[in-house]
């Protein structure tokens, strides 16, 4: 995988991320790790970046024999951006570079606002969509 860093957006520095033949491979190895353990009957929750859609249709037709909920997490870019510089762990201008390109088109089950919701209250929401027992939707359009 390789980072570019030279491109810029507004005045604003952008990291862009490219893989190759061989992060092809290490993406797909991960989904069908991700369904070997819900195969074995283990819950999972993924932390997902969507870099290219095309990895979250193959993602979804990989756990197509799953129960699947998909949730989105968002927030205002320039929260996300001062996050990006607290934490360190990225360089300046990741964020940006795929923030208005890692949701899709489909939708999600539940979509979690952190600027305004705590980690407990997004955690309590996801459970709380669980227990209701709704059957989820967002990712089967994928597939």
């Not at 991320?17 to 790790?33: D, E, R, S, T, V």
């Amino acid at each position: 995988m390789e980072v570019e860093c030279s491109t810029y957006e507004y005045g604003f520095p952008l990291s862009t991320l490219f893989i190759g033949p061989l992060g092809w491979k290490a993406i797909l190895g991960m989904h069908h790790a991700i369904a070997a353990y819900a195969g074995q009957g283990n819950n999972v929750i993924v932390d997902y970046i969507a870099y290219q859609q095309s990895w979250l249709k193959e993602l979804a037709g990989t756990l197509k024999d799953f129960k699947v909920y998909f949730v989105g997490v968002n927030l205002p870019l320039e929260i996300l951006e001062e996050r990006e510089l607290t934490r360190g762990t990225s360089p300046v201008g990741h964020a940006r570079s795929h923030y208005y390109t890692v949701h899709p088109q489909t939708g999600y089950d539940l979509l979690l606002d952190t600027s305004k919701l705590s980690a407990l209250e997004c955690a309590q929401a996801i459970k709380t969509l669980i227990e209701a027992e709704i059957s989820p939707q967002a990712f089967k359009k994928l597939s």
